[in-house]
């Protein structure tokens, strides 16, 4: 019975790759360091040339070490870190809009970004679109320094792994209107003995995304989103709340960010198709939850119908916003390896905002030289909600929407993604790869990185069971450097791992379960079961 279980860093230095491509700093290049970590990029005009025939392109100004007496400063008491960083805001010519997805270049459809507005004239997609050029002012040596300069620190807003990439991601947007509870820079996880027990690896990685103020990635989307819909309200645009269709976590973080900016919000959940962990996030944030007995993509199409009718501000991945916020984890983990490119980033994919999110992430610094290439993207969905999968297997052909059945790995349990042409954009752009897991595989996958010590979700044991199949089959070596993407945190499904553990699930076998022992209060029994377990022969 499930209920029978109830009774009773400094990250390690990766071996060095000489294959590995790496845009290394040359301090040469980059003559002038002098610049404060809380202030958005400025130039300093005495590095630029006078002579008309050479380009004039800015030098930029790199943090240094803060000196003693800088170091000793605080900001006056009666100040808060809001205010603090008011007086620090600087003029910048950074900035950015929705173009349609993929445009053709000739192509000047384009909106505000304080315009609502979640599909192009034609119907297609959006993209957000930063001004380039504007970003390129400054080499890839400016942007690694003043991202690494960032981190750890709790200035206001860059103290989030996401607003640390601001200029990268909502350049425009006052730093007082953004929602944000210090999202992002989540541990990139060395799984030394998952690789090396399970696959032989030597550099597998785990990126936690999960492990977040709601225990998903969606934070990293969703305080973009909601900081944005702070300044619309602030504009006074019509936004009387904002809503969202959920498998439990876009609700989880919808909810979260909404009440901390006390902004109403709306959640649509499939009847008794989520955890009651993620059920109980957005009641226990006061959302107006409604509980729709249809799975997820029904919900999904009912949420689009009511926010075009009422002025409810869309906050699932149609919506391009979010993107821009769940691009920083790319972002991050090439920071953490000191902007060296793994060779595979997995991820698992539903609705398929996150593997595009991923690639804009990874090619933005490829296009503004913090590095020279990308990684290989691998999406790994459940086989009973395999749509991209399919698409893929029949060599991109058209692509057919699926009725999802049930899976354990329930958050991605979606038939109909909204994000497929961006999903099949970045797979094809990244030499990407598509892999699927049966129930019993992910089950596995999930109780094996448990029992090294993880405590992941079942998404991320589908895309653990992608990274089995593509390790047995060859395609991934022993020593390519390759990162996991763990999207949920695992204490949200923990009735999925009470069923495997006590080997409740019809049809499987449960290998790695490993159910608690019935023991009688009595020391003789307790030595022989210990006896047993530890193969000591008892002394007489
Ligand atoms: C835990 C978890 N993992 C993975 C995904 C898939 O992300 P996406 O919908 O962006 O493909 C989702 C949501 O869909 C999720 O909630
Ligand atoms: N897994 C998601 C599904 C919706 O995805 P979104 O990224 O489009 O919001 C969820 O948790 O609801």
Redo the contacts with the bound molecule.
């Keep these: 019975m499930a209920s029978s279980l109830f009774h009773p860093s400094p990250l390690p230095k990766p071996t060095p790759h000489h294959h590995r491509a790496t845009t290394k700093i040359n301090h040469r290049q980059t003559p002038i360091i002098k610049c404060t970590s809380s202030s958005s990029p400025t130039f300093d005009s005495s590095s630029l040339t006078n002579n008309a025939t050479t380009p004039t392109t800015p030098v930029p100004k790199s943090p240094s070490p803060e000196s003693p007496a800088e170091a000793k400063h605080r900001r006056p008491a009666e100040e808060n870190i809001r205010e603090e960083a008011r007086r620090h805001s600087s003029a910048h010519n950074f900035s950015a809009r929705y173009v349609p997805f993929n445009s053709l270049p000739h192509s000047n459809e384009s909106y505000s970004l304080d315009e609502i507005v979640y599909r192009s004239r034609s119907g297609s997609l959006l993209d957000v679109q930063h001004d380039m050029a504007a970003l390129k002012q400054f080499d890839g040596n400016y942007w690694r320094s003043l991202f690494d300069s960032r981190v750890g620190k709790t200035t206001w807003p860059y103290g989030s792994g996401v607003w640390s990439k601001k200029e990268w991601v909502l350049p425009e947007i006052d730093s007082d209107d953004i929602v944000s509870a210090f999202e992002g820079n989540s541990n990139l996880f060395w799984a030394e003995r998952f690789g090396k027990q399970f696959l032989g690896m030597n550099d597998l990685w785990v990126k936690h995304c999960g492990i977040s103020h709601t225990g998903s990635f969606?934070d990293l989307g969703m305080t973009v989103l909601v900081s944005q819909v702070n300044r619309l309200r602030k504009m006074k645009r019509p936004v009387v709340g904002v809503g969202?269709a959920?498998?439990?976590?876009?609700?989880a973080a919808l909810s979260a960010y909404c009440a901390a900016a006390g902004i109403p919000s709306i959640v649509f959940l499939p009847a008794n198709r989520i955890s009651i962990a993620q059920l109980v996030q957005p009641i226990a944030n006061g959302a107006f939850v409604l509980s729709i007995d249809t799975d997820?993509d029904g919900c999904m199409k009912l949420i689009r119908e009511v926010t075009s009718e009422l002025p409810i501000y869309l906050a699932?991945?149609?919506n391009s916003l979010?993107l821009e916020g769940q691009e920083t984890a790319a972002i991050e983990i090439l920071q953490q390896f000191d902007w060296e490119v793994p060779d595979w980033v997995i991820i698992p994919g539903?609705?398929l905002?996150n593997i595009y999110a991923f690639y804009k992430g990874f090619k933005i610094c490829e296009e503004l030289r913090l590095v020279d290439r990308i990684p290989r993207l691998v999406c790994a969905q459940a086989a009973n909600a395999n749509p991209l999968y399919l698409h893929y297997k029949s060599g991109w052909g058209e692509f057919k929407p699926v009725k999802a059945n049930t899976t354990f790995a329930s958050?991605?349990q979606?038939g109909d993604p909204?994000s497929i042409d961006r999903a099949v954009f970045a797979l094809k752009n990244s030499n990407g790869i598509v892999e699927e897991a049966t129930e019993e595989e992910l089950m596995d996958a999930m109780a094996q990185a448990d029992s090294t010590g993880m405590f992941i979700c079942p998404h991320t044991g589908v895309a653990l069971t992608a990274l089995i199949k593509l390790r047995n089959s060859g395609v991934i070596g022993p020593t390519d450097r390759t990162v996991v993407v763990s999207t949920a945190h695992g204490l949200k499904f923990t009735q999925s791992k009470i069923d495997y553990h006590s080997k409740e699930i019809k049809d499987m076998a449960c290998r790695y379960a490993n159910p608690p022992v019935q023991v009688k209060a009595s020391y003789g029994t307790v030595m022989d079961v210990l006896r047993d377990y530890l193969k000591i022969t008892p002394k007489f």
């Design positions: 969606k969202c959920s498998t439990g976590d876009t609700s997820f699932n991945s149609l979010r539903g609705n905002g958050a991605i979606i909204v």
